[in-house]
T-cell receptor, first 116, second 115 residues
């Protein structure tokens, strides 16, 4: 079974530029998550989708971050414009069912973003 | 609100020695607890999870963790460390209550295994 795919793996941009990350979850997984992992910290949830609807985006900086999951499969996370403090690893995860709290989340390899 | 505290951002053990990584949680409702491992340049992989069944949970690669409600702890152990165990380990908590359904991670513990 293929895992969660993410691209690109690395991205370097200058502040105020735009950047987009792509995620393809495990086939059949209804729930998709985007996390931000700053160096030295644990991942922090940015947004959670159930199929193509947003379940939780309470920690997403909506003035500069946006995400979509058209057709309920793959997803794109965008930052526009980027700030220095956005330098982090952006992790995508998916799980089969949303409402089971014990459900395992499967993580992709992440996209490492460096903002100069 | 829920939170996780991992004591010790770096832990070093000798190969063959006991591994003990500490995790304490705070949750207003009964929690579900997870340990994830992250190898360099890879995503997180689930090691084990506590879901209110047995308090002693066995996971992959010989790891296990014990849920102790009285101590609000969920420490991760392995009897004998192997070089391949070197990685970063994250404890996480999730509770079935409104916004607390979010998976909240600790800040991680980097495990070094010395030859």
């Amino acid at each position: 079974e293929a895992g969660v795919a993410q691209s690109p793996r690395y991205k370097i941009i200058e502040k105020r530029q735009s950047v987009a990350f792509w995620c393809n979850p495990i086939s059949g997984h209804a729930t998709l998550y985007w996390y931000q992992q700053i160096l030295g910290q644990g991942p922090k949830l940015l947004i959670q989708f159930q199929n193509n609807g947003v379940v939780d985006d309470s920690q997403l900086p909506k003035d500069r971050f946006s995400a979509e999951r058209l057709k309920g499969v793959d997803s794109t996370l965008k930052i526009q414009p980027a700030k220095l403090e956005d330098s982090a690893v952006y992790l995508c995860a998916s799980s089969l069912i949303r409402d089971r709290v014990q459900e395992t989340q499967y993580f992709g390899p992440g996209t490492r973003l460096l903002v100069l | 609100a829920q939170s996780v505290t991992q004591l010790g951002s770096h832990v070093s053990v000798s190969e063959g020695a006991l591994v003990l990584l500490r995790c304490n949680y705070s949750s207003s409702v009964p929690p579900y607890l997870f340990w994830y491992v992250q190898y360099p340049n890879q995503g997180l992989q689930l090691l084990l999870k506590y879901t209110s069944a047995a308090t002693l949970v066995k996971g992959i690669n010989g790891f296990e963790a014990e849920f102790k409600k009285s101590e609000t702890s969920f420490h991760l152990t392995k009897p004998s460390a192997h070089m391949s165990d070197a990685a970063e380990y994250f404890c996480a908590v999730r509770a079935f209550s409104g916004s607390a359904r979010q998976l909240t991670f600790g800040s991680g513990t980097q495990l070094t295994v010395l030859p």
